[in-house]
């Protein structure tokens, strides 16, 4: 078994076909494969290696050239996408070896961390990767914001296709990208899919000619769902004016979903709405995202309490080894194991997954301790909390 990485007109009859079986519904007519290369320029800058055996692919798995904010730092991240392996070939190492070869080759090139959309989150556990929040669904009947309706509200709303709006929207992901921690951006082939396939609306808050917050959505028909994407908005009076907006389509649909932020309150937004919200966390398809820390240089510099403590990262291809975490200046310094013996901090063993939850706000130390993803003594716990404080991440993208 040999891997190699294809180029991108390879991957109609290589890699194409693999995910074809394994994520869509099959058998497709035998000519269907040339309507996939539309989909090729999407996919240009994407690394995609394949395992081949005799010269015939039999797993294949790729990595999207992302970017990600990490409580403040954006950082090039490696979005994992793709995996699939022949149903004759499974469970023989194949995509354990690409996953391998592909990480080290991100991390080549810069890539400290990485994040996917998991079949089965214990499979990726065991890669370093650690769950993080999914997205809630807030479902809502209109009229429920109608006392917004009478509200003025300085500020002002546009209102086009995702076609005509599409520098607005990559400029606000951007700005999102900069202002919250967890918020990952696809790279400008990918993302423009959304410009070229011009199939939602697209409703943008400017307040004093900045925009502010933005929402892109569909409706099924009259009296049905106005379906939203992500609402995002960067001040309570943009998302009040995005509210306000949707309040007008009171008479027209009969309830509205939009998805928010693990950590938004849609039951705050207003007297008398009846909300529901709603995450779905299935397998294999409704996945929460995962993520994981690829290279201790990611923590250098980030915002933290003063705390120190010294860690040792067990069983893992990329982060193996003791570190000292010192947070006294207020920005992580990371130190390598030769400078460790100076100072006698309390120490904590820690899988990827473990510092990974960690690093991304995910989960308390002593939670991680539960998962059986660190040995954690009560004073590293406390180091740990002042060095990582708790931050929900906000992924947002989908890939
Ligand atoms: C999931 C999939 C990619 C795994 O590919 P594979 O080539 O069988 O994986 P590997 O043989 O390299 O497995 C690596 C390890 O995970 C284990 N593993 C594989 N599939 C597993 C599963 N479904 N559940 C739990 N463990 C699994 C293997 O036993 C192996 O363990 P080991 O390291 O102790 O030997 C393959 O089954 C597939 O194509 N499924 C359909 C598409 C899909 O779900 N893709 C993933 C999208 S996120």
């Not at 005799?54 to 793709?82: E, H, K, W």
């Not at 900069?178 to 790279?187: M, T």
Request: contains cysteine.
């Amino acid at each position: 078994m040999s891997i190699r990485r294809l180029t991108p007109g390879e991957r109609l009859t290589t890699s194409f076909p693999l995910q074809a079986y394994s994520f869509d519904e099959t058998p497709r007519p035998a000519d269907e494969a040339e309507s996939m290369r539309d989909w090729l320029p999407y996919q240009e800058g994407n690394r995609t290696l394949v395992a081949e055996a005799d010269g015939t692919a039999v797993a294949c798995a790729s990595a999207i050239p992302m970017r990600q904010n990490l409580r403040g730092a954006v950082l090039p991240m490696a979005g994992v996408a793709g995996l699939a392996s022949h149903p004759l070939a499974r469970r023989q190492g194949h995509v354990r070896d690409l996953m391998h070869q592909l990480l080290d080759e991100m991390l080549d090139e810069g890539h400290v961390l990485s994040a996917l959309y998991p079949f089965r989150p214990s499979f990726y556990e065991r890669f370093g990767y650690v769950g993080l929040p999914a997205p809630r669904t807030a479902t809502f009947p209109p009229d429920d914001l109608a006392a917004l309706l009478r509200v003025k509200l300085p500020g002002e709303l546009v209102w086009q296709r995702t076609g005509a709006g599409y520098d607005e929207y990559a400029a606000f992901h951007d700005r999102c990208l900069v202002q919250r921690h967890g918020f990952a951006v696809l790279p400008e082939y990918r993302r423009i899919r959304v410009r070229d396939d011009d199939n939602r609306w697209l409703v943008t808050a400017r307040v004093d000619g900045v925009t502010e917050g933005l929402l892109t959505y569909r409706i099924d028909g009259y009296g049905g769902t106005l379906e939203g994407g992500h609402l995002l908005a960067t001040s309570p009076l943009a998302r009040a004016l995005l509210l306000q907006f949707l309040a007008r389509h009171v008479d027209q649909v009969e309830r509205v979903s939009v998805v928010v932020a693990p950590d938004d309150l849609p039951e705050l937004w207003a007297t008398d709405l009846g909300v529901v919200c709603e995450t779905r966390v299935t397998r294999p398809d409704e996945s929460a995202p995962m993520a994981r820390v690829l290279s201790m240089d990611a923590l250098a510099g980030l915002p933290a309490d003063a705390g120190c403590c010294r860690v040792e990262l067990t069983g893992d291809r990329w982060l193996a080894g003791t570190y000292l975490l010192d947070g006294t200046t207020g920005q992580l310094e990371i130190r390598s194991r030769a400078s460790v013996g100076a100072v006698d901090p309390p120490s904590a063993t820690l899988t990827a997954a473990g510092l990974s939850a960690l690093a991304y706000g995910a989960l308390d130390p002593a939670e991680v301790v539960v998962r059986g993803l660190g040995d954690v003594p009560t004073d590293a716990m406390l180091e740990l909390r002042r060095l990582f404080p708790r931050e929900l991440p906000y992924l947002c993208a989908s890939f």
